[in-house]
């Protein structure tokens, strides 16, 4: 026994996988002459039908009043996915579809992950999402003032990548020299974080010559409004792919999946709570294991993408719990470790 979790014999270990399997392949409740003919386990269906009772008394299994076959519970799933190898198999295709995506990512952090999530999504028909890094806590690599004649774009890029741009009016005192002076007083900013810029921004506003005092409130709004964004932000896509299972769902559980989908915060919640461990680099959450996950009847698949040892942020997915979870914590696993190479690029 481990965690109240019952050991399982080889062949019950292979019933049950092979059940989920089949189970997942055709939405179907499996029987044992299923399991028989096209699992390769060379045994008779009598024998695979007493092993399936077996698992459903050990809680594995459950036997839909409809059919006279079964489907695998959230333990049977949890079992399932902890006796997958490590690291998992992508196929050719999915190999292909991240290595082209990264080939071809453009430098900004923020954009990447509104890709990386719809790719999952596509890869896995699932609903993608990740969580980027906060920017209030992000170091500032550049802040730059960029003439634009009529008016000005305020430009900062931080270290993991995200780019924020804003364009502003130029007020009537700025002038070439001037803005050469601002832009100037705006160096030694570079290399602390957007929370502390702003303060010293502010500082700065009142302190500093006059016609600079608007051009230096606009840097500091525009990092603000940047900070603001960063403390309860998700990125989702592929949304529409949990419609398309709706038959697979209560219709009441699909709604409050996409209310949770709407109110961030929530959301974020139940992915903080998930969060994988430094002994893993994949988390699979599956149903009644959370609060959330178990009103919805889903599971969440999530891993976070680093710089070095420090988490940044998560890329993940959420669907039924009748859920490929080998394409799933593959194709996550991979999107990833893209991310974490992208990351640790950008911060060179």
């Known amino acids: ?23 997942v ?27 399936m009772a077996a698992l459903e008394e050990l809680g594995f299994l459950q036997h839909p ?25 992508l196929r050719e295709q999915q190999r292909r579809a991240i290595a082209g995506y990264f080939a071809e990512a453009m430098l900004d952090l923020e954009e990447v992950l509104k890709g990386s999530v719809q790719l999952i999504s ?52 700025v002038d070439a020299k001037v803005l050469l002076a601002a832009e100037q007083r705006l160096a030694p900013l570079r290399g602390t974080t957007y929370s502390v810029a702003q303060v010293r921004l502010l500082q700065m506003a009142a302190e500093g010559p006059r016609e600079e005092h608007e051009l230096i409130l606009n840097v500091a709004e525009t990092l603000r409004s940047t900070g603001r964004e960063g403390q309860t932000h998700m990125v989702v896509g592929g949304v529409a792919n949990l419609a398309d ?30 969060a994988t461990d430094d002994d893993h680099d994949v988390s699979v959450t599956i149903g ?24 940044i942020g998560t890329i993940g997915l959420v669907g039924p719990t009748r859920m490929d979870y080998i394409t799933a914590m593959a194709s996550v696993r991979a999107v990833a470790k893209r991310l974490s190479e992208l990351a640790t690029e950008l911060e060179q």
């Open 288 to 311: 009644a294991e959370h609060p959330a996950t178990g009103e919805w009847e889903a599971s969440l698949v999530t891993a976070p993408f680093k710089v070095g040892d420090a988490t």
């Open 65 to 89: 009043h409809t059919s006279s076959g079964r489907i695998p519970t959230d333990a049977g799933y949890r079992h399932f996915v902890d006796a997958l190898p490590v690291g998992g198999r």
């Open 122 to 173: 596509r890869m896995t028909q699932y609903a993608g999402l990740a969580v980027p890094p906060s920017s209030s806590d992000e170091p500032i690599m550049r802040l730059e003032l960029i003439d634009m004649g009529p008016t000005i774009m305020v430009l900062a890029v931080g270290q993991h990548g995200r780019v924020d741009k804003r364009i502003i009016d130029r007020p009537n005192e």
């Open 25 to 51: 392949r055709s939405g179907e409740a499996v029987g044992s002459e299923t399991i028989a003919e096209r699992s390769g386990l060379g045994v008779s269906s009598a024998t695979i039908r007493n092993e």
């Open 1 to 23: 026994m481990a965690d109240g979790i019952p050991e399982l014999g080889p062949r019950k270990a292979a019933v049950l996988r092979a059940v989920v399997e089949e189970y």
């Open 245 to 274: 299972e709706a038959q697979l769902w209560r219709r009441e559980t699909v709604r409050r999946l996409f209310e949770a989908l709407e109110r961030e915060h929530e959301m974020l919640e139940v992915l903080q709570d998930v």
